[in-house]
């Protein structure tokens, strides 16, 4: 027979590793916190290829367009910017007449990249909302989309003269973005680095 003082008592977990999760948590969300507070941008998504040659590419036409294709050779010499977009796009849609706006400088070479769309289609969008591309290159399978780190369409990138990337904004340009973001970029990527 055994008597019940005979049972040893269960050990008792130190409360502190139950309040262990609590801890991490706290430490998480102010690291987060801190890290808005001091200027993160949470919409912000780095680009590895910023300050680098752009990709290597040589892009056929838009069939029934006249516009000629896009290589890589074609981004030397002056400022280009490179938009990215789609007729199934809604957002590419919406950023079109800052394109359109843009295209009015003759200081920059405006290209775009047509990103996994029907010939037909991108016509249509095109004779629709205008055409404000110098050249459009064709990416029917996204390979090219792939070479330049695309997230998702619309983006778009401001090439300096010497082929080299220097800014990448991905979503669609609204007129506030043309004005305090895009244009001010451009400028910059026209002044020589150093």
Partial sequence: MTSTDDKAAPPRRPR??????????????????????????????????IGRPAPDFDLPPLEGVAR?????????GGVTVVNVFASWCGPCRIEHPQLMEL?????INLVAINYKDQPGNA?????????????????????AGIDWGLYGVPETFIIDATGT?????????????????????IEKAMQPEG
Wanted: glycine residues 12%; proline residues 9%; aromatic residues 6%.
């Fill in 16 to 49: 502190l590793i139950m309040l262990l999760p609590l801890f991490v948590f706290v430490a998480l969300a102010a690291g987060f916190l801190i890290r808005l507070e001091t200027g993160g941008n949470p919409d912000a998504i780095p680009s590895a290829l």
């Fill in 68 to 76: 000629p294709g896009l290589a890589r050779a074609d981004l030397e």
């Fill in 103 to 107: 295209a009015k400088d003759d200081g």
């Fill in 123 to 143: 016509r249509r969008f095109l004779t629709d909302l205008g055409n404000p591309y110098a050249a459009i290159g064709v990416d029917p399978n996204g390979r």
């Fill in 165 to 185: 990337i220097r800014y990448k904004h991905i979503g669609p340009i609204g007129e506030d973005t043309l004005a305090e973001v895009i244009r001010p970029e």
